[in-house]
């Protein structure tokens, strides 16, 4: 008997993955090591290096759950304990202070006294604030466990991430069903956990809460509520610059519902007795995100992670000129001689066709999300260095319905499934041991 889908199974799938994914990472580094340095871009090699930039960390140093922290994990769990001035983390940009510091309008920036000269910014900058609040906020009643401070934030990162990737399932199901009928949601939802780069779900890392946030925020907006899908949204723009897209779905479900039509009738009607503040108050829900991702920019936090992005990272938006750069480069490392680059860089590049072809494909279907899929996927190609791209657009949902619209096949269902799984555990195998995993 054919057992039908329902939130009860997604649930227990996700279960299932949440406790093989914490298996994993328990049993690989018991089992074998790898061979130092990591060689996939040209600035790896010195950051794994027996020794290396990684080994020296002191955030990620606290042996429990140290399988599950590596690279960004530190700023995460460096704010959370000791907020963005948090000591031992590197600083970026130097400048000479003045009395009251350096002033960007309408904010000023401490440097210390005439003439000195100031440390600069902590690359903690470059991070945005929800997900270490979650982990602080959790680290209180799981202190009772008796961990380190270190040990139970990691934890708490952990769990936040976990919870996070149910609420993406759940409303991966949900969209899922909605375009492809219930079996479709159900391998939606299987094609996003198992994906290659799903494992940062399981880490201490902002995927897992930022698609719990983002794709509950676009099924809400589906649903009509729209006060509590912009919440989501601007909590999901709090976790990671790029959800600042999700106003996008929000603006095409108000023109959808009449609400350009709705603010015309509305002046009409009470032209004389003042605003239609129903109108004007739904129209600052669909530019919610916007808005708070403009009001993070102009403080003091939003100059410092640009400054931060800018000059140690790399990144800015809509950075063409270094985009096209990184990228060509990278498309020429293809054919070079150095196989973990050329290796890398086929995940890579496998990604961002799978996901340009996945969202573009599904605009005419479903637009609301390939929209949003195709912003999260340009701002994140377009910020400049050539790398990350597969984690990035496990934000687009796109992708995993056109694998699951694929998957009705079970040739490419069962090909698909061993390829992704394969991947899977090389790419968290890279993590494990702090080696470059994207």
């Known amino acids: 008997m054919r057992i039908k889908p329902t939130k009860r199974i997604i649930v227990a799938i996700w279960l299932g993955w949440a406790i093989i994914m914490l298996l994993y990472f328990a049993l690989v580094p018991a089992r074998f090591k790898v061979e130092r340095p990591d060689r996939a871009l040209f600035w790896t090699a010195a950051a794994t290096a027996e020794g290396g930039a990684q080994d020296n960390k002191h955030y990620l140093q606290d042996p429990f759950l140290q399988a599950h922290v590596a690279w960004d994990s530190e700023y995460y769990l460096a704010i959370a304990l000791d907020g963005y001035e948090a000591p031992y983390i590197e600083r970026v940009g130097t400048f000479v202070g003045s ?4 002033r960007y309008w309408p904010f000023v920036i401490p440097g210390g006294a005439d003439g000195v000269v100031s440390d600069g910014f902590s690359l903690s900058y470059a991070f945005f604030p929800f997900y270490p609040l979650l982990i602080r906020t959790l680290s209180v009643p799981l202190s009772l466990l008796g961990l380190t401070a270190l040990g139970t934030a990691a934890l708490a990162g952990v769990i936040v991430s976990l919870l996070g990737a149910l609420a993406a399932s759940l409303a991966m199901f949900e969209l899922g069903k909605d375009e492809l009928g219930e079996s479709g949601g159900l391998r939606a939802v299987y094609y996003l956990l198992i994906f290659p780069s799903a494992f940062f779900m399981s880490v201490v890392y902002t995927e897992g809460l930022f698609l719990g946030l983002a794709f509950s925020s676009l099924l809400l907006t589906r649903r009509g509520h729209l006060g509590w899908a912009a919440l989501l ?12 897209a999700l106003f996008i779905p929000l603006l095409i479900a108000w023109v959808r519902d009449g609400g350009w039509l709705a603010l015309d009738l ?10 239609p503040w129903k109108a004007i108050g739904r129209a600052l829900l669909v530019f919610a995100p916007l808005i708070a991702f403009v009001l993070w920019r102009v403080s003091y936090y939003g100059m410092a992670f640009s400054r931060v992005e800018e000059e140690f990272f790399g990144r ?12 060509r480069a990278a498309f020429e490392n293809l054919f070079g001689t150095n196989q973990q680059a050329t290796t890398y860089y086929l995940i890579e590049f496998g990604a961002i066709v799978l996901a340009f072809w996945a969202c573009i494909r599904g605009l005419k279907r479903y637009p609301d999300l390939a ?9 994140s190609f377009t910020s400049g260095p050539a790398q990350g791209m597969h984690r990035y657009i496990l934000a ?12 009705r096949k079970p040739l490419f269902d069962r090909l698909w499934t061993l390829a992704s799984v394969l991947l899977l555990s090389m790419m968290a195998t890279l993590f494990i041991f702090d080696m470059w995993a994207g």
């Open 99 to 102: 009395t009251g510091g350096p």
């Open 266 to 275: 509305e002046w009409r009607q009470i032209y004389f007795s003042g605003l």
């Open 233 to 244: 949204a601007v909590l999901a723009t709090y976790t990671r610059a790029v959800g600042v």
């Open 396 to 407: 687009a949902p796109p992708v995993f319905l056109m694998l699951s619209e694929f998957g």
């Open 371 to 379: 929209w949003f899929g195709l912003l999260v996927v340009v701002l």
């Open 316 to 327: 800015g938006l809509l950075s063409l000129g270094a985009t096209y750069g990184s990228w």
